[in-house]
Antibody, heavy 121, light 107 residues
């Protein structure tokens, strides 16, 4: 069974940094691209970022480009999202998800349970 | 960025009803269109990918169609467990984008 477990969410002040992690199991992690998707409280889904299976290709939403960095450690089956210069509008539940593709992000399933990031002074 | 517009934003239906949700892209996305279901307090779940391919384990009452800019998700006979919010997503080009969602409520 595929499992994705996120961690690292917290309450931080505007301008702070945070690193999210997602540990994967139940599939060959190094074969698949991986994505982060977020959902602000009471709002819809927003795709954030994706990374190819080797880590060579990275993709970002315009709203986070230059502030967030996606990475992965295939030896540890772990996906990361480094979030810098956080803003109030980054407040959301962040989901890690397995992509159906190897390089170019296409569709995501399954998703982790999510980790809450709150940016507030 | 490609904009995805879903309609309606909400609908009320009864068990057994046929339900149709539409999604329109701001430019052609060929068949790179996915559908997700989300229930309150839960992570989303993939229903259909590449316009019409049913994800493993998803009931056959769900189906998808369309091409280019106009797409449809159909639930042939609504069941109690189908009351949820549905999102379309384009994966034709980065950044991937979601529609605003359609909440399906009990009439």
């Amino acid at each position: 069974e595929v499992q994705l477990v996120e961690s690292g969410g917290d309450l931080v002040q505007p301008g702070a940094s945070l690193r999210l992690s997602c540990v994967a199991s139940g599939f060959t992690f190094s074969t698949y691209a991986m994505d982060w998707v977020r959902q602000a409280p009471g709002k819809g889904l927003e795709w954030v970022s994706a990374i190819s299976n080797t880590g060579e290709s990275r993709f970002y939403a315009n709203s986070v480009k230059g502030r967030f960095t996606i990475s992965r450690d295939n030896s540890k089956n772990t996906l990361f999202l480094q979030m810098d210069s956080l803003r109030a509008e980054d407040t959301a539940v962040y989901y890690c998800a397995k992509d159906g593709s190897t390089v170019i992000p296409r569709w995501v399933d399954p998703w982790g349970q999510g980790t809450l990031v709150t940016v507030s002074s | 960025d490609i904009q995805m517009t879903q309609s309606p934003s909400s609908l009320s239906a009864s068990v057994g009803d046929r339900v149709t949700i539409t999604c329109r892209a701001s430019q052609s996305i060929t068949n790179y269109l996915n559908w997700y279901q989300q229930k309150p307090g839960r992570a989303p779940k993939l229903l259909i990918y590449a316009t019409s391919s049913l994800q493993s384990g998803v009931p056959s009452r769900f189906s998808g169609s369309g091409s280019g800019t106009d797409f449809t998700l159909t639930i042939s006979s609504l069941q109690l467990e189908d009351f949820a919010t549905y999102y379309c997503q384009q994966s034709y080009s980065s950044p991937l984008t979601f529609g605003g969602g359609t909440k399906v409520e009990i009439k």
